[in-house]
């Protein structure tokens, strides 16, 4: 994983590991040509993003164990797809974002300065 950058182009730090997110399940949001769903921007979800998620058919709260995916409830930390933040950002209810642990790729789809209005890792 020491080729994965943030988008700050520093070493990607891990997202979380309880629970264990990423689309490889490391604990970071690296990603590879086979996530195509781009499992790269480092989330905190609210109740407000997880209820907006679930409106528009993307249900994170509730538990899949046989996927090995307990559910998320409001503070869990999440590698979440670009394009999902970018649609949620642009519906007002985009979670906060940590910046260090959030992949580069995401710069594909998202502007930079909607992240940095949204992080929580800037001082």
Known sequence: MSDQR????????????????????TGCCETGAED?????????????????????GNDLSTPMPGFGFP????GDRWCL????????FEA???PRVILTATHERCLE???????????LDLV
């Open 6 to 25: 943030n988008v700050f182009g520093e070493a990607l730090e891990t997202c979380s590991t309880d629970p264990i997110t990423g689309f490889t399940r």
């Open 71 to 74: 559910g998320l409830v409001a």
């Open 36 to 56: 195509v769903g781009s499992h790269t921007v480092c989330v905190e979800v609210t109740d407000e993003f997880l209820n907006y998620s679930r409106s528009v």
């Open 81 to 88: 797809c670009a394009a999902r933040w970018q649609e949620a």
């Open 92 to 94: 007002g209810c985009a």
């Open 109 to 119: 789809i998202i502007e930079l300065d909607a992240l940095k209005a949204h992080a």
